[in-house]
């Protein structure tokens, strides 16, 4: 058996176990720990609503709770470490949890573009919902806002998963079908906004050289 097989059963296992309380705990380990996959708790969590054990705003509320727990903790590390420390932390413990420097980085990068609207779009995006807090901590965000726009991004997240496994009950295990394919469709948006970006800049550089050439042999003809 795999890791994420054997992730899965014991996620399956804990949410039969503690119901809701499973979904939040769980859900908060997810936040913290990249490979405890939300794809399989949420959807799980929506074919128990189908079935009538748990009811769907109080699932999605306790999971967004959840998420909220995960992210402060990751906020607090960011906040109390500082990036020298939190960089030597992540190169140290980050492979336990599949979790680089360079995943740091690129979300340093997103936060450093995009600014606190980051907090609440990567809440959706993969690889960034869950470190995405690291840097906000960082920064030290103001908290007010940062708890506001995680609970919007993790609930927006939570209700699309547990509505998924709602929808399609005994299938739920699909939602990771359907995940994985949202996954890459994120990612290749993202991948593509770069590209264009740097062409961009680079056509944008090459223009101005064009300008400038000409504008100075303009100048020497006027010269001459």
């Given at each position: 058996m795999s890791i994420l097989a054997g992730i899965e059963t014991w996620a399956i296992d804990v949410i039969d176990k503690l119901g809701y309380i499973g979904v939040g705990g769980l859900v908060a380990l997810e936040t913290i720990i990249p490979?405890?996959?939300?794809?399989?708790?949420?959807?799980l969590a929506g074919f128990q609503v189908a079935a009538g054990r748990f009811s769907f705003p109080l699932v999605v509320g306790i999971a967004t709770i959840g998420s909220l727990i995960g992210a402060l903790v990751l906020y607090g590390?960011?906040?109390?470490?500082?990036p020298e420390r939190l960089r030597r932390f992540v190169a140290r413990t980050g492979k336990y949890v599949l979790v680089s420097v360079d995943d740091?980085?690129?979300?340093?990068?997103?936060?450093d573009r995009y600014?606190?609207?980051a907090v609440l779009g990567g809440r959706v995006v993969p690889g960034v919902?869950?470190?995405i807090s690291l840097p906000a901590g960082l920064v030290r965000m103001p908290l007010g806002r940062f708890v506001l726009y995680t609970?919007?991004?993790?609930?927006?997240w939570n209700g699309l998963l547990v509505g998924?496994?709602?929808?399609l009950r005994d299938q739920w295990k699909k939602v990771s079908n359907y995940a994985s394919f949202y996954d890459y469709l994120v990612l290749g948006a993202i991948g593509g906004g770069v590209i264009w970006f740097i062409w961009s800049r680079v056509n944008k550089r090459r223009t101005n050289r064009i300008i400038t050439h000409e504008t100075a042999l303009t100048g020497d003809e006027g010269q001459v």
């Open positions: 490979p405890i996959p939300s794809e399989v708790i949420l959807p590390m960011g906040f109390w470490f500082g740091l980085d690129n979300v340093q990068a997103k936060f600014g606190a609207a919902r869950s470190l609970a919007i991004g993790s609930a927006a998924l496994g709602w929808a």
